[in-house]
């Protein structure tokens, strides 16, 4: 009873957020080690009239997923084979990273949100590989590397070009070698950098920000944030598409890592997870690699337990997982197209976690 409930309860507050426009389009998928327990679409593509409804196969924009899922991913599969160590400097990789400010800045503060760099640019989105390492490295850092944490774009934007240098091509063929067949198996369980030509009809369109020279048009398939669109849709920061049974899927695989199956491969095996999930030292920090880690105050709300990890994205994305309960949680929305504030949707995503935890 418990159960059913908790799935009403859910069902009730996604549809209640779709009413209330937080959200068109919505797709959550909850399970554990052993497959999905539940997963359900709601709403439709856009607020328009006679809009498609959204189905199971909902392919959406997963932004900042797309920074643990794919870019950590495919750096510590890289520090599995010994091709990178994530103790380097950050100048070993960039000729303009250079000053006494910056020299001691590792690809390990880069993963934790530490190196000093700043969320954005302050100018408009430059147009290509060469343009943006010029802007970052050139840029003026906010503090000094492992002082603090702020959240940094910028900073995973650089372990995409890292990540494509050092596995010597691009982060888009990496990652779709660790996703494998198990995740791309079908229409249903997709996840990879930029949306099939095919799968167009049905991918959630989100719409651009005021400062992007695409605004006055939809983006249906095309990668919502402008920095990864100026780098041809395939960036460390943002870029990944995916369905929730996509995201699920890659997400038993962490779970089962975190619970120590010795069957699954690097960059999800369990002493990989552990060095992953392992809280960063930077003073006040919930982050890890790539991950961010449960506090009371998260998107994951306060019933998790203080194992859990995940990420959101800007999107209207989320995906947290919890090894002591053995369960993932996935929400996939478009909240970006015609929908409500960050606050707002960091409130359903809490409201969704509180009342499934103890599915």
Request: overall charge negative; proline content about 4%; glycine content about 12%.
């Amino acid at each position: 009873m418990a159960d059913r409930d908790g799935i009403e309860a859910a069902r009730s507050l996604l549809a209640g957020a779709v009413r209330d426009r937080i959200f068109p389009a919505a797709v959550a998928e909850v399970g554990g080690s052993g497959g999905s327990l539940w997963h359900e679409a709601f709403g439709h593509l856009t607020f328009d009239e006679g809009a498609r409804a959204a189905g199971e196969d909902t392919l959406f924009d997963l932004a900042s997923l797309t920074k643990p899922i794919a870019t950590t991913s495919v750096v510590m599969q890289l520090a599995a084979k010994g091709t990178l160590d994530i103790q380097e400097r950050v100048a070993a990789f960039f000729t303009e990273w250079r000053g006494n400010d910056r020299e001691a800045a590792t690809v390990q503060d880069l993963l934790e949100h530490a190196s000093g760099l700043a969320a954005r640019l302050v100018d408009q989105s430059p147009g290509g590989r060469r343009e943006f390492e010029h802007d970052i490295c050139a840029m003026r850092l906010e503090y000094a590397p492992r002082t603090q944490t702020v959240y940094s774009d910028l900073g995973f934007i650089l372990l995409g070009f890292i990540a494509a240098s050092r596995g010597r091509r691009s982060l888009a063929s990496q990652f779709l070698e660790i996703a494998g067949h198990e995740i791309n198996a079908g229409q249903g369980d997709q996840l990879s950098f930029e949306a099939p030509e095919a799968a167009r009809a049905w991918t959630a369109p989100t719409q651009p920000m005021d400062d992007d020279p695409r605004r006055g048009r939809l983006l249906v398939g095309e990668v919502h944030d402008a920095y990864a669109a100026g780098l041809g849709g395939v960036a460390g920061h943002s870029g990944l598409f995916g369905t929730a049974s996509g995201v699920g899927a890659f997400a038993r695989r962490a779970l089962l890592g975190a619970r120590g199956d010795q069957s699954i491969p690097a960059p999800l095996s369990p002493p990989l997870v552990a060095r992953l999930i392992r809280k960063s030292s930077v003073p006040g920090s919930s982050r890890a690699l790539g991950w961010d880690t449960m506090l009371p105050t998260s998107s994951c709300g306060t019933k998790l337990s203080p194992a859990a990890f995940g990420h959101v994205g800007f999107t209207g994305t989320s995906l947290w997982i919890d090894p002591v309960l053995d369960r993932y949680f996935v929400l996939l929305t478009n909240r970006v197209c015609g929908g409500g504030t960050l606050d707002q949707m960091r409130d359903v995503r809490r409201a969704l976690h509180d009342t499934l935890a103890r599915l």
